[in-house]
């Protein structure tokens, strides 16, 4: 996989395998696509676009995903959250596969304990 602080912008990006996001605390409005997925281990980030990715979007503990303003993740394997998830306007569209190696086709918080996992829904979204 790949590590960077942050992501923001509008341009749209392909996401081959794991985006490892260290020091998350911006809005990326783009789309990302490809079998990849993302990690969010430190900060906080928000997605305002469409992303249709497959790879497992994974929010450690103390850190935070935003969906919102009509943001969407269609096709990601799972959500695994052990940190704050919140959909403001924002939908989720979860995959059902399995290859055996992770959990897959479920949104599901608090992976790890005392992981203190929130998930919030609001402003008409859906999950």
Do not use: P, R
């Not at 490809?34 to 994974?58: C, P, Q, R």
């Not at 303003?69 to 059902?96: A, E, K, R």
Request: a negative charge; proline letters at 0%; charged letters at 10%.
């Amino acid at each position: 996989g790949s590590q960077a602080g942050s992501l923001s912008g509008s341009a749209a990006g392909t996401l081959d395998s794991t985006l490892d996001l260290t020091n998350a605390s911006s809005t990326y409005s783009g789309a990302m696509s490809g079998t990849g997925g993302l990690t969010i281990s430190g900060g906080v980030e928000t997605l305002t676009g469409s992303n249709d990715y497959t790879g497992n979007t994974i929010v450690a503990a103390n850190t935070g995903l935003t969906v919102s303003d009509g943001g969407t993740l269609n096709g990601t394997n799972s959500v695994q959250n052990d940190g704050n998830v919140v959909l403001d306007n924002g939908h989720v569209t979860v995959t059902s596969q399995n290859d055996g190696q992770y959990w897959e086709g479920v949104v599901a918080s608090g992976f790890s304990d005392g992981s203190n996992a929130n998930m919030t829904l609001q402003n008409g979204s859906t999950l």
